[in-house]
């Protein structure tokens, strides 16, 4: 299932400049985070960028998107302000989550992205409520959710499929399948190993994408969208990918080999499409320099904007967790 993408030159040099800046802008994140700037967590996107920038090619502005903890390209394809984002990994007051949601919880409620989620398939039933809230107010929106093919185990995973497709929810189920679930190989945790097929027992359509060409995967997300908007109820899009580094930065990676990781390397999507583009006199040497320079540029100016922030004063520690005083004594709502 697929529909033809017009690769004219600014659209395969969009696709290049997102997936680029979506690597660079993780590459000053390791950097930081080594600097001891970034704390917590840091799960990276590297190798995966095809599959948040194809399918975000498949969205429009008043759709939804649930993330994973693994969201910094989800939120940059979407449009985020690298400078919002750099400042909330710093855990900035000028970040987009106020500081207070750092590397795993990015939010932006202008850009209906809700987040990532800490917990493994945790944003798959916030996705369903997104989706039966926008189909009961009769939005013309459709909710993608992310979920890595370690979800599938999860009871929420099963639960959402279900609930779905009975009330033929307008949710596009994005499971990004990069073959280790944590430290666990696929084939070790599930029977089943191609994920789309486990669609079968609900009743609902499915496909396949090929998740490290972004072309490709385009193609098969604006597809799978179309079907979601017309209408004709939930869609599981599987996209076969693979990270390059460690599941997170304390990762050791003794269940794969750097044999394994150097061949799926060969398939890098950002480098495939370099190549392919300047074969194809689509991406001219002036141009990759423009653009790595644009890049370099956006990101410098964004960890600059995000170490001159403030952190959140202490006095505010329980802000936005109990309820102000305000809203407490303000009279309650007479019901219409």
């Not at 779905?164 to 190993?193: K, S």
Request: proline share 4%.
């Amino acid at each position: 299932m697929s529909t033809k993408i017009h690769l004219d030159r600014a659209h395969a040099q969009h696709l290049y400049r997102e997936m680029l800046r979506i690597r660079r802008f993780e590459a000053r994140c390791v950097e930081l985070y080594q600097a001891q700037k970034i704390r917590g967590f840091l799960h990276l996107y590297d190798g995966e960028e095809a599959v948040a920038v194809g399918l975000m090619a498949a969205l429009g502005a008043g759709d939804a998107v649930v993330a994973t903890y693994r969201e910094h390209g989800h939120a940059l394809a979407r449009g985020l302000p690298m400078q919002a984002l750099m400042a909330e990994m710093l855990g900035k007051l000028e970040g987009c989550s106020r500081g207070r949601g750092g590397s795993m919880h990015i939010f932006d409620r202008e850009r209906r992205f809700f987040g990532g989620n800490a917990i493994v398939g945790g944003g798959l039933p916030l996705a369903a409520g997104i989706a039966l809230a926008d189909q009961r107010l009769g939005r013309a929106a459709i909710t993608a959710c992310f979920f890595g093919e370690g979800a599938v185990g999860e009871g929420a995973f099963h639960e959402t499929m279900n609930l779905a497709m009975l009330w033929r929810l307008p949710l596009l189920l994005v499971c990004e399948n990069n073959l280790y679930a944590m430290g666990v190989p696929l084939a070790d945790g599930e029977i089943e190993t191609d994920i789309f097929r486990k669609a079968q027992a609900y009743r609902m359509p499915a496909a396949q994408a090929d998740g490290m060409e972004p072309v490709a995967m385009e193609a098969a997300a604006r597809a799978a969208a179309a079907h979601v908007r017309s209408g004709a109820g939930p869609f599981l899009l599987e996209c076969r990918t693979y990270r390059f580094r460690a599941h997170s930065m304390f990762d050791t990676q003794a269940y794969r080999s750097r044999g394994e990781i150097e061949q799926w390397k060969q398939r890098d999507p950002i480098e495939r499409l370099r190549a392919w583009m300047q074969d194809s006199h689509l991406l001219a040497e002036s141009d990759s320099a423009r653009i790595d320079a644009e890049i370099g540029a956006e990101i410098d100016a964004a960890v600059a904007f995000a170490e001159a922030g403030t952190l959140e004063p202490a006095a505010d520690l329980e802000r936005f967790v109990l309820m102000d005083s305000v809203v407490q004594d303000a009279p309650a709502r007479v019901p219409p």
